[in-house]
């Protein structure tokens, strides 16, 4: 994948590396990224161009440019939360943190957006804004609402924003364009089942939840099966079951999680009251009392048409066609990003990664060769738009 952009970025490298790998040694969890935020903060200062805000929606930072008399703006988003994973890599830069880590690659992310704002910074070969958006709390779908719920959009007006994903398991280096529905709108929600605790030989003087929760796992599947077209894409996962951990007892509560994920909104209106009504019936019948926790209301990532042929023409421009594929299947996997594409026009690109782990895997690893590749996709983004 050799041109002229991505050998210039390719000079950028080794700050690159060393920002991705300080990152990697200390992740913090969603929303706690107080640390991250500084650093990333301190990096876009010192290249004495922009003008860094810092505490938006929490830990949210935007580093804005103008260069010329150009009247567009840009936006490109890099998130920097980690997962709380333990690390199963013996890398000279491992995770110092015990059981968090950057098993997503934003770490990654967050060194390819710094390095593309240090090049564009130095060569400013554009004419209008570029606003730099470093996001907290994507995992958790927690940080891009925040941000917008804070003034994203109102603060820093933009025409259009943009952002990346490594994939593994896609060739490297390849940019892969999804126009429309690209990926599932998630709902994390926690369903409490609450009994009456007694001694486990005397089943009869208890009410027990785990029985009750049982029974809702299994009636809880009933709503792909038998509610949703087979032409619809949904996914009701009990990824959580907790309870007591002796066996000689009746417990007082169980804790089910659940990921829902959907990619028409309508189809997630009518999962979601599916779920209300068996959890209330389910509960009922084991003379059970219930609470149901809702997290953040999720959405579809909703990729602009006009948006994404653009972005993929720019690729293709920069990179050769023979590394841009269009029209992909969409994932039922999830991302906050969605939240901004409702404000703001724009594309979210599954850039591969080659062989490995996938994301959220103990043992995945970050390509650091995608480095100069993704900051080089940024400028020519840049560039291109604010000709």
Same mark, same amino acid.
């Given at each position: 994948?050799?041109?002229?952009?991505?050998?210039?970025?390719?000079?950028?490298?080794?700050?690159?590396?060393?920002?991705?790998?300080?990152?990697?040694?200390?992740?913090?969890?969603?929303?706690?990224?107080?640390?991250?935020?500084?650093?990333?903060?301190?990096?876009?200062?010192?290249?004495?161009?922009?003008?860094?805000?810092?505490?938006?929606?929490?830990?949210?930072?935007?580093?804005?440019?103008?260069?010329?008399?150009?009247?567009?703006?840009?936006?490109?988003?890099?998130?920097?939360?980690?997962?709380?994973?333990?690390?199963?890599?013996?890398?000279?830069?491992?995770?110092?943190?015990?059981?968090?880590?950057?098993?997503?690659?934003?770490?990654?992310?967050?060194?390819?957006?710094?390095?593309?704002?240090?090049?564009?910074?130095?060569?400013?070969?554009?004419?209008?804004?570029?606003?730099?958006?470093?996001?907290?709390?994507?995992?958790?779908?927690?940080?891009?609402?925040?941000?917008?719920?804070?003034?994203?959009?109102?603060?820093?007006?933009?025409?259009?924003?943009?952002?990346?994903?490594?994939?593994?398991?896609?060739?490297?280096?390849?940019?892969?364009?999804?126009?429309?529905?690209?990926?599932?709108?998630?709902?994390?929600?926690?369903?409490?089942?609450?009994?009456?605790?007694?001694?486990?030989?005397?089943?009869?003087?208890?009410?027990?939840?785990?029985?009750?929760?049982?029974?809702?796992?299994?009636?809880?599947?009933?709503?792909?099966?038998?509610?949703?077209?087979?032409?619809?894409?949904?996914?009701?996962?009990?990824?959580? =079951?907790?309870?007591? #951990?002796? *066996?000689? %007892?009746?417990? /007082?509560?169980? +804790?089910?999680?659940?990921?829902?994920?959907?990619?028409?909104?309508?189809?997630?209106?009518?999962?979601?009251?599916?779920?209300?009504?068996?959890?209330?019936?389910?509960?009922?019948?084991?003379?059970?009392?219930?609470?149901?926790?809702?997290?953040?209301?999720?959405?579809?990532?909703?990729?602009?048409?006009?948006?994404?042929?653009?972005?993929?023409?720019?690729?293709?421009?920069?990179?050769?066609?023979?590394?841009?594929?269009?029209?992909?299947?969409?994932?039922?996997?999830?991302?906050?990003?969605?939240?901004?594409?409702?404000?703001?026009?724009?594309?979210?690109?599954?850039?591969?990664?080659?062989?490995? =782990?996938?994301?959220? #895997?103990? *043992?995945? %690893?970050?390509? /650091?060769?995608? +480095?100069?590749?993704?900051?080089?996709?940024?400028?020519?983004?840049?560039?291109?738009?604010?000709?």
């Amino acid at each position: 994948m050799k041109n002229q952009l991505t050998e210039n970025l390719k000079n950028l490298s080794p700050n690159m590396k060393e920002w991705m790998e300080h990152l990697h040694q200390t992740p913090e969890l969603s929303m706690q990224e107080s640390e991250t935020a500084k650093y990333i903060a301190k990096i876009l200062k010192s290249f004495g161009e922009y003008e860094v805000v810092e505490g938006i929606g929490k830990y949210g930072i935007v580093a804005s440019l103008k260069v010329g008399n150009g009247g567009k703006a840009i936006g490109f988003r890099a998130d920097f939360d980690a997962l709380p994973i333990q690390e199963e890599n013996d890398l000279p830069y491992k995770s110092k943190n015990e059981g968090i880590s950057h098993l997503c690659g934003h770490d990654g992310h967050s060194a390819m957006l710094l390095g593309a704002a240090k090049y564009l910074a130095e060569t400013k070969n554009f004419n209008g804004t570029i606003r730099l958006i470093f996001q907290p709390g994507e995992e958790t779908m927690q940080g891009s609402p925040a941000m917008i719920k804070d003034g994203l959009f109102d603060r820093f007006p933009l025409d259009a924003v943009y952002a990346m994903h490594n994939i593994p398991g896609l060739e490297f280096g390849k940019f892969h364009y999804c126009e429309g529905a690209t990926m599932s709108a998630v709902d994390n929600w926690e369903i409490e089942l609450s009994g009456k605790g007694s001694h486990g030989s005397m089943p009869e003087l208890g009410i027990d939840p785990i029985v009750c929760g049982a029974s809702l796992v299994m009636a809880l599947q009933t709503i792909v099966s038998r509610n949703v077209s087979p032409w619809k894409n949904t996914v009701v996962n009990i990824g959580s =079951f907790q309870s007591e #951990n002796t *066996g000689n %007892v009746v417990p /007082q509560t169980a +804790l089910l999680k659940l990921s829902i994920r959907n990619m028409d909104n309508d189809v997630r209106k009518m999962v979601l009251q599916r779920i209300r009504t068996i959890v209330k019936a389910q509960a009922e019948a084991f003379n059970c009392k219930w609470e149901i926790r809702e997290g953040v209301p999720g959405t579809v990532l909703m990729n602009t048409p006009e948006n994404t042929k653009w972005a993929s023409s720019v690729a293709k421009k920069t990179f050769g066609e023979e590394n841009v594929k269009d029209h992909v299947s969409p994932m039922m996997s999830s991302e906050d990003f969605a939240f901004m594409l409702e404000q703001r026009p724009g594309n979210y690109v599954l850039f591969g990664s080659g062989d490995g =782990f996938m994301v959220h #895997n103990p *043992g995945y %690893v970050f390509n /650091q060769e995608l +480095l100069p590749i993704g900051a080089a996709y940024w400028v020519a983004l840049a560039e291109d738009y604010l000709k």
